[in-house]
């Protein structure tokens, strides 16, 4: 009897185990996906500026030639 216990239990943590290594995959997908989609909005905000900063540029570079 004691050896089918043993095997019970060993089963009980391979499964348990396995659920928790799941939910820690699932997690660490989650966090990529949203570190991804922070870095795209980041991109986007830091390219807009920069192309505000190149207008200001352009228009002022214009301004004293006229």
Not at 1 to 23: L, W
Not at 26 to 37: G, I, T, V
Request: charged share 35%.
């Amino acid at each position: 009897m004691e050896p089918a216990c043993r095997k019970d239990k060993q089963k009980q943590k391979d499964t348990s185990n396995r659920g928790d290594r799941s939910k820690q995959k699932s997690a660490q997908q989650e966090l990529k996906q949203r570190q991804r989609a922070e870095i795209y909005a980041l991109n986007k905000v830091m390219t807009d500026l920069e192309q505000q900063q190149f207008e200001t540029f352009c228009k002022q570079m214009q301004g004293p030639a006229e």
